[in-house]
């Protein structure tokens, strides 16, 4: 006979069943007995966070740190709009989440009960809220549909992007059966691109190919395939901002690395570009912030596309859901009595680098900076970078570690993004087969002031974080704009002093915490962070007047309008061979 449990229990046992064996969130009356439910499960962790939008950072971090399916709870009211920011990353990302939501039970809805966003009788409509950050959005209102409702729920997110349960107080009480509950499937249901429409051109290719990498090959965990493909057309690789560790990383095609594409790129990416046969795009839509630079010369080439979306340039485009397996199919096709002949390998592959002008300020310069954690981070190491100027240098001039992962969330570029993802990849990072590692999130006290109170959650679960923060009393690039655009006669973006790391130190006893100001304390604040069992704090004293690597403010420095500061300095690797 089936027992009856709780739909939450239902909920956990489910999540447990496909290997999302975390949950991130933020307890409150209408989600505590999801908490509840986890609690007794032993495949199941929650973890809490200090706010929601960093709970669903988590997830998201834990998502594209290759561990699984990221899911975060919330509860109702503001709780569950706090989640919006967070998942509207995940949305324009396509980073797949599951997020469950809880609601005032559904005897109260639209009778002005605390918290009530049924969207009964002018209740806020909450569906509609998350209908527009989601690629599913459902509110479930029987017990008996939960089942069906969590499996919808994870196959849409599994196409990439975040899906939304909105799962009212009563619902989540109500006694199912456990025997009439749907099994969890693990089969993977997304749809396979054949290349057969793009193998021609690309064995016909009379000279070189340019593949640009997207974010799609990280999501996917494609890395391999793309280097097998690589190694079959003997192409140059570049990469969007946000898949700096898709291709290139130390020992693995860097030969054939070309660097970052777009407003925070290398120019020789749009040179390489310039001079192809052909240029293949994997995995991405080419938003402006990885295409910008590029559309001249990406119009002047023939130019073709895989991926789960079809790019905003005009190209032959061929649709996969699975991009592991179109690029095996397509690899295949290429091999033995199918290889191009054609092809050209250049000599060289010339690195290259924007170059801001001089800054005179107290403090570190990012491109030092950089440097240093270059030279200091060990193979494994995962990178978790924020936006703002301190996201463009880490970008710009941080290379991947062999076999770790580099992050930045630049679909809505969301501040303080970078202390939540960085916690989930910390604790996704035993599900994904790789052995322990050191999580390094980089980011301005902008974004700290944002999020950064979630280093306490890092304290809590003595997780294995350094949190480099570059501490410039600012909103930096927004005191550029006002420096550049608008004559600096005046900053609303300037903060005043503060000591990061001294204050953390005296807030979390036992938390390594620090303050440093030139280039030799970095390099050893950064050492004896990565020995500290548990999490440790760096805050680097850097100008707010630096100007980044960051083409729009290099171009708004020339006195002709033109990108006059941008050249081709050599970056820390020096010009390689081309070899596949």
Do not use: W
Not at 198 to 204: C, E, H, Q, T
Not at 264 to 292: F, Q, W
């Amino acid at each position: 006979m089936p027992r009856k449990y709780r739909a939450v229990d239902h909920i956990v046992e489910y999540l447990a069943s496909i290997g999302a064996n975390h949950i991130f969130g933020v307890d409150g009356a209408n989600i505590e007995d999801l908490y509840d439910a986890a609690y007794f499960h032993a495949g199941v962790t929650a973890v809490l966070a200090k706010h929601e939008f960093s709970a669903a950072t988590m997830a998201d971090g834990y998502s594209r740190s290759g561990a699984g399916l990221g899911v975060v709870a919330a509860t109702s009211g503001g709780g569950a709009l706090n989640l919006v920011a967070g998942l509207g990353e995940s949305f324009a990302s396509r980073v797949p989440v599951l997020a469950l939501v809880g609601q005032t039970p559904t005897s109260l809805d639209g009778r002005g009960s605390f918290q009530d966003t049924s969207g009964c009788n002018g209740a806020l409509d909450v569906q509609a809220v998350f209908s527009a950050v989601s690629v599913h959005t459902e509110r479930v209102l029987r017990p008996a549909e939960i089942g069906a409702a969590l499996s919808r729920a994870v196959a849409a997110a599994r196409t990439g992007g975040p899906a939304v349960l909105l799962l009212p107080k009563d619902i989540q009480q109500a006694q199912v059966c456990a025997g009439a509950m749907p099994a969890a499937t693990t089969a993977d249901p997304r749809p396979i691109g054949n290349p057969h429409p793009i193998v021609g051109l690309l064995r016909d290719a009379g000279g070189t190919i340019t593949i640009i990498a997207g974010e799609q090959v990280a999501r996917d965990d494609a890395r391999v395939e793309l280097e097998q493909l690589r190694a079959v057309l003997r192409a140059r690789v570049a990469t969007v901002p946000d898949a700096k560790d898709a291709s290139g990383t130390p020992g693995f095609g860097r030969s054939s690395a070309l660097g970052v594409t777009g407003v925070m790129g290398h120019p020789g990416v749009v040179e390489a570009i310039a001079a192809s046969a052909v240029c293949l795009v994997v995995g991405t839509r080419l938003p402006v912030t990885a295409r910008a630079g590029l559309d001249e010369a990406l119009a002047a080439v023939r130019t073709v596309s895989i991926g789960s979306a079809r790019p905003y340039i005009p190209c032959a485009h061929v649709h996969t859901e699975d991009l592991r397996a179109t690029l095996r199919m397509l690899t295949h096709a290429l091999s033995g009595s199918g290889r191009p002949t054609s092809v050209r390998v250049p000599d060289v592959v010339r690195h290259s680098e924007l170059t801001p002008p001089t800054c005179v300020g107290t403090g570190v310069r990012y491109r030092d900076a950089m440097a240093v954690l270059d030279e200091v981070l060990p193979d494994g190491a995962d990178i978790v970078v924020d936006a703002g100027n301190t996201g463009a240098s880490a970008v710009h001039y941080l290379s991947p570690r062999r076999g770790g992962r580099f992050t930045v969330a630049l679909g809505m570029g969301g501040m303080g993004y970078s202390f939540g993802a960085g916690i989930g990849m910390a604790f996704g990072r035993a599900n994904t087969g790789r052995s322990d590692g050191r999580t390094v999130v980089v980011a301005g006290d902008g974004a700290f002031f944002m999020h950064g109170m979630e280093v306490h959650t890092a304290v809590q679960y003595r997780l294995p974080v350094t949190f480099v923060l570059f501490n410039n009393n600012a909103h930096a690039m927004c005191v550029t704009r006002e420096q550049l655009y608008y004559d600096s006669v005046y900053s609303y973006n300037r903060f005043r002093p503060s000591q990061l790391g001294a204050g953390l130190a005296a807030m979390f006893p036992g938390l390594m915490s620090m303050d440093v100001s030139d280039r030799k304390g970095l390099a050893n604040a950064v050492r004896t962070a990565l020995e500290v069992d548990g999490p440790a704090v760096i805050s680097v004293e850097c100008a707010a007047d630096e100007i980044p690597p960051f083409a729009p403010f290099l171009t708004g420095t020339s006195e002709s309008g033109a990108a006059s500061q941008i050249s081709t300095v050599k970056e820390r690797y020096p010009n390689v061979a081309a070899s596949a």
